[in-house]
């Protein structure tokens, strides 16, 4: 395909209620979608990117920006491409993989409307439903943790995450499972927030039989991960620490990544989260996929992947309404038995709800060729 136009939305959404992670609360949620025109038809991707540079470096203002003058070039100048070929185009440029994987997931969705087909196929995935798990925040009391973690069972999700972070860690992770019980799966998340000489201390979360703890140390402290995963009987997962198949394959031989959570935009793109997978089936390391708080957009194609077979726990894709009254797309993910269903439809699986969509935009910019 040749691609011919390029239209960088953003929309404004408000979350259903406020989620506080250790790096901050969100309310609202600030997000640039990606819409392609090519000669075979449309496509649309979502970044991830957050309003502020506070999960990874990267921010949906520059993200908009390096899209517009770095990346949309390059692509617009290749002539005739294929989706699979978005990556190694835009190889040469450092970092900024949310922005590049939003390119590569709206040229994926053309692609795949103009032939028929869908990224669960094109992809590999092997199952039409996937494990839904629900991630649940920081609170100012344990009463307000405890109600809206009764609320996510009650919806029947198959695996809790609690947000932890210094003094918000082992007395929620014992009421929690105390509420919950033995069975159902409980892991935690803390965003990077503690240091090597807290290891000790997490290792106090032993107890409480967490499927995993996840990125508990800063993104680059391989080291001091390997050094967790030692001392503690809780198997560490590794979020914002993996970016490449390179340093997935290397956190995993120093022992720091006996798990990993793979976010498509944290690696630059579906098919670079194809090949972490990949790596990880073959080195019999589990993965589960992440979340961003992604619209109807990203959660469909996260669908997608977690139909793969290395994704042997259950992900962050929880129901469109955990975070959103309504999303911009006609058929939200839902949870139906602990589990959603991996979309059917043509593209990445979704189709936008445009009434919705035209009246949550704050701004549209146009470039061509
Ligand atoms: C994580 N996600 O696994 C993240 C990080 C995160 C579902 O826990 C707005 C946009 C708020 C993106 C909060 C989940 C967010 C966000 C947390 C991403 O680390
Ligand atoms: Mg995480």
């Known amino acids: 395909m040749r691609l011919r136009r390029l239209e960088l939305r953003r929309i404004a959404i408000d979350l259903v209620v406020p989620f506080r992670t250790s790096f901050g609360t969100e309310s609202s949620r600030d997000i640039l979608l990606v819409h392609v025109t090519t000669d075979v038809g449309e496509g649309w991707g979502e970044c991830v990117a957050m309003g502020e540079p506070v999960y990874s470096a990267e921010f949906v203002d520059g993200a908009q920006l390096v899209i517009r003058d770095h990346l949309w070039p390059i692509l617009a100048a290749a002539g005739e491409i294929t989706a699979a070929d978005v990556d190694r185009l835009l190889a040469h440029l450092h970092g900024h993989p949310m922005a590049k994987a939003a390119l590569e997931m709206a040229a994926l969705d053309a692609e795949l409307r103009a032939d028929g087909r869908n990224l669960h196929d094109l992809l590999g995935g092997e199952r039409d439903r996937v494990p839904s798990g629900v991630s649940v925040g920081i609170f100012s009391s344990m009463d307000e943790l405890l109600g809206q973690v009764q609320g996510y069972v009650d919806d029947g999700y198959a695996r809790i995450k609690l947000k932890i972070e210094p003094g918000w860690d082992l007395e929620p992770v014992r009421l929690v499972r105390e509420l919950i019980g033995p069975e159902l799966p409980l892991q935690v998340d803390a965003n990077t927030a503690y240091g090597r000489t807290d290891i000790e201390h997490l290792c106090r979360l032993d107890e409480y039989d967490l499927l995993l703890i996840e990125q508990p140390?800063?993104?680059?402290?391989?080291?001091?991960?390997?050094?967790?995963?030692?001392?503690?009987?809780?198997?560490?997962?590794?979020?914002?620490?993996?970016?490449?198949?390179?340093?997935?394959?290397?956190?995993?031989?120093?022992?720091?990544?006996?798990?990993?959570?793979?976010?498509?935009?944290?690696?630059?793109?579906?098919?670079?989260?194809?090949?972490?997978h990949d790596l990880c089936l073959e080195r019999g390391i589990p993965v589960w996929c992440g979340g961003m708080v992604e619209t109807g957009i990203g959660r469909a194609a996260n669908a997608a992947l977690a139909a793969l077979p290395g994704f042997t726990l259950p992900g962050d894709i929880s129901a469109s309404s955990r975070f959103y009254a309504r999303d911009i797309v006609r058929d939200p993910i839902t949870v139906e038995g602990g589990h959603v269903e991996v979309p059917t439809g043509p593209g990445l699986g979704f189709e936008l709800d445009h009434d919705f969509l035209d009246a949550i935009t704050t701004s549209s910019e146009i470039v061509d060729v």
């Open 217 to 276: 140390l800063p993104e680059d402290d391989l080291l001091g991960h390997a050094q967790l995963a030692n001392a503690s009987a809780t198997p560490v997962c590794l979020d914002e620490s993996i970016v490449s198949v390179q340093n997935a394959a290397d956190a995993i031989d120093l022992g720091a990544a006996e798990i990993i959570n793979i976010k498509p935009g944290r690696v630059g793109g579906y098919l670079t989260a194809r090949r972490i």
